[in-house]
């Protein structure tokens, strides 16, 4: 390629800015003449994007929050597919947030149909609503997958797809130190840790605190030297704080991102609110247990809709229950106590669990010569030059 290479790119959440900013950390390692434009957050603007605006602006979720901005979202929407069209990129890579890039890749598609669309995170098809996977055949070029066996579910509409691999396998930097923890918090080396990690949203914590906070008492009740160490958001502290007001249990709240990772290592047990958490501490080596509940309503309909066996990655890649899943009516003090307890106490079962850890995140790319970055790197050039994906 004669000229300078030029990258549209779009991620709508904190998650997709720090995937977008390794993707271009991992393209200018191979072609270092390229330019990036598009929306992003404070992680790609670090490898030289100038957001188009702030991403915090596509970061809505739910009716309640997007009615209320819906004339700003489709404003952003008409000006994004405007910039692309104005830029006129190699190619146009969007990550996650398919509420908003989709929109704008059909937009955009509208207007000029020849500019490659790659989007980076293929929806869950494999999940629930199937159908999507046929829906947006009909406008992307080429779809890149955290896990292995999502390519077939696009590749029989006719989009080519490729497994890059999950970005929890490029932190390996980030598999905390134990012994650092427990220095800092003053804590014996033999000293139980029970790791609580109720979820990331105000829905969550309203859900499962309450009973994560019972199952701890009961683990307490067990393990008189237990102590609980919650790693949490920032503006959920005051929250949390208020929670724990005069309930008798004083845990150690973690905000920092290293620190919360120094807290998985350090711990002996977790117990986390589904979610790519199940996967960080995973990396960590740490035996949890994952819970959820949700509404009535929501939990009929997710009923009627999922249609897998599981909903921990790690379960869904070995298509075991390596990870006991503690949901809907089983997301009850008792229960959870139980599976805590007995991990806390069968070093043949924490054993096992890890060893399955190991197992999985070589599936999604762990110990692999090239970075899922490198991969998704690779693979956008392969489409920019005509050739499909480069093989991983």
């Not at 070093?347 to 998704?376: H, N, V, Y």
Request: proline residues 7%; contains cysteine.
């Amino acid at each position: 390629m004669t000229e300078a290479l030029r990258i549209f790119m779009i991620a709508g959440e904190a998650s997709g800015d720090i995937l977008g900013g390794n993707f271009m950390r991992a393209m200018k390692q191979i072609n270092p003449d390229v330019s990036f434009y598009g929306v992003g957050g404070r992680k790609m603007q670090a490898e030289g994007l100038v957001s188009l605006f702030p991403m915090e602006d596509l970061s809505v979720m739910g009716i309640a929050e997007v009615l209320p901005r819906l004339f700003k979202i489709l404003s952003r929407i008409r000006m994004t597919a405007n910039e692309i069209i104005k830029v006129n990129p190699h190619a146009v890579v969007t990550i996650d947030s398919p509420d908003f890039c989709f929109r704008v890749v059909k937009k955009l598609k509208a207007k000029n149909s020849k500019i490659p669309c790659i989007h980076y995170v293929a929806p869950s098809v494999w999940a629930w609503r199937p159908g999507r996977a046929e829906t947006i055949s009909h406008f992307l070029d080429h779809i890149l997958t955290l896990l292995p066996f999502e390519p077939p579910y696009f590749e029989k509409h006719g989009l080519k797809a490729t497994f890059v691999g999950h970005p929890i396998v490029e932190r390996l930097e980030s598999r905390g130190d134990g012994d650092r923890f427990r220095r800092k918090y003053g804590l014996k080396p033999d000293q139980p840790i029970l790791c609580m990690l109720p979820g990331s949203r105000m829905s969550e914590l309203s859900r499962l605190l309450d009973k994560f906070c019972e199952t701890a008492d009961i683990v307490l009740r067990n393990r008189h030297n237990a102590v609980i160490v919650i790693p949490t958001l920032p503006h959920l502290r005051p929250e949390i704080e208020k929670f724990f007001m005069g309930k008798g249990i004083n845990p150690i709240l973690i905000f920092n991102e290293e620190e919360k990772f120094d807290a998985f290592a350090a711990s002996v047990i977790a117990i986390a609110a589904s979610g790519t958490v199940s996967l960080e501490l995973a990396m960590t080596d740490t035996p949890h247990i994952i819970a959820y509940k949700l509404s009535p309503v929501s939990a009929w309909i997710a009923k009627q809709l999922v249609k897998t066996p599981y909903v921990n990655l790690i379960n869904i890649l070995l298509k075991r229950p390596v990870v006991p899943e503690l949901l809907l009516e089983q997301c009850e003090p008792g229960p959870m106590s139980r599976e805590l307890l007995r991990l806390m106490g069968d070093r043949e079962a924490r054993g096992a669990q890890l060893m399955d850890f190991r197992e999985a995140l070589l599936k999604i790319g762990l110990g692999d010569l090239e970075t899922p970055s490198q991969k998704a790197a690779k693979a956008v050039l392969g489409v920019i030059e005509g050739k499909g994906a480069v093989a991983p």
